[in-house]
């Protein structure tokens, strides 16, 4: 399975910023995780059946899907200089609901985009 991310840039706080990611097969869940510089990778948003968010992104992050296009959608409003970092994009179809924010449940990743928040 192949996962392809695109949309990060570089944007002011407040601004906006949508990342996009296609999925070469139709998985159950996706999921977006993040890597800061000397930080571990965490866990942003997933979508299986609801969305699930990580507390710092809740109100301002949107995970959404197209299932006719296989493509996985994060709407980042309100950015914050503490949301740059390498976003990444995952997906698995045995992630169960206890293991959403577990890296370790994904089997399938993108390479990363580069999110810079200047403030």
């Known amino acids: 399975v192949q996962l392809q991310a695109s949309g990060g840039g570089l944007v002011q706080a407040g601004g906006s910023l949508r990342l996009s990611c296609t999925t070469s097969?139709?998985?159950?869940?996706i999921a977006w995780f993040r890597q800061a510089p000397g930080k571990e990778r965490e866990f942003v948003a997933a979508f299986r059946w609801r969305e699930y968010y990580a507390n710092s992104v809740k109100g301002r992050f949107t995970i959404s899907r197209d299932n006719v296009k296989d493509t996985m959608f994060l709407q980042m409003n309100n950015l914050k200089p503490e949301d740059t970092a390498v976003y990444y994009c995952?997906?698995?179809?045995?992630?169960?609901?206890?293991?959403?924010?577990?890296?370790?449940?994904?089997?399938?990743w993108g390479q990363g985009t580069q999110v810079t928040v200047s403030s």
């Open positions: 995952a997906a698995g179809n045995s992630v169960i609901a206890s293991t959403m924010t577990d890296r370790a449940a994904y089997h399938y």
């Open positions: 097969e139709r998985m159950i869940t």
